[in-house]
């Protein structure tokens, strides 16, 4: 029987499998020559990206722009907010995107660490800790108060999903037999949600939010009774015209709620990239773009980052690396002391 870990690699990770080839050492050096002088130059700053992976592999010409991934230990909805962004439109989507890390520590937990050298021109999105879906944010619709990490936003939407009867287009069993979800589409999701009214859509996030973090967006007590009652009426998840005659006239009791309930009454047909427009931001995540050419990284082991970029790149061992790197020194090239000691483990 496979093993959870080789049914995520081998079936879920990727929806269409990204280009790669091994090639000879020989055709490997030329294309590293001509494409990756960017890359080499990181032997000397320390910015080398370092991924693991489950095979041996001398050398490996990968272009992740020509597939689609999902995440690899979530139900996907976070990457699918961050990929339809707007904040973001101009980073590298993670679903064509290859994750590696500055970190030869956290590359080891995923397989045998290779070197990644990306070609010429690759931009890099840099996160400010050694996984992504770590960073927490906050909003007005998630609750007062509330910071939620990344991952657990994910779960928080695909319980407000379920609660709609919104489930996703592709499941899978682990060896517990457990059944996950992976959200794969957000036109799906987008479609199936423009079947709702905007009131039913808040108060079903309200009672998600009550469900999975134990607090509300907003109560009730200064909406008279016949109307709360009404509102409360959600069996078929349908508003009742007394209830949104209401809500039109006096909005909900609270700013969060009324954040919500435009943002879905505004964007019927796209109400789930209005939400990740709102809920993905550079105020609310850290990342950075930077061109590969001018990243430089002298942390060595002291600061782990998560990095992705979205194109072609070859993946190198280390012991081809050490190759590379003696070359480099016969070159008279200066080698990052930290990136010396990182390739000896």
Known sequence: MKSFKQFINEETLKIKPWEEADVEERTAISIINKNCTDALRAFSTGAL???????????RKVDSSTGIRTSRDTNNIYQLLFDNSESFANYP?????MI?????????VYGKVHVVLPFNGTK????NNMDFIRQKISAPILGTGNTILLMRLGKFMQQFLQALGIHSNQTFHDDDDEVHEKYTSIESINSQLSKFDPITLTMVWNEALDNMFQTVLMTYDSVPEDIRTDLYSMANLKTSKKAEAYINKNGFPSIGANIFYKMMRDNPQSRMTALASYLITPKRISIKLEDYANYVDSSGETLEREIWFSGPAMIVSKTEAKKIIQTLKDQGEKIDSNVEKLLEK
């Open 49 to 59: 990206l370092f991924r693991g992976i489950n095979s041996d592999v001398k050398f």
């Open 93 to 97: 989507k993670r679903s064509k995107s």
């Open 100 to 108: 590696c890390s500055n970190n030869h520590g956290v590359a080891v």
């Open 124 to 127: 890099l999105a840099i996160s």
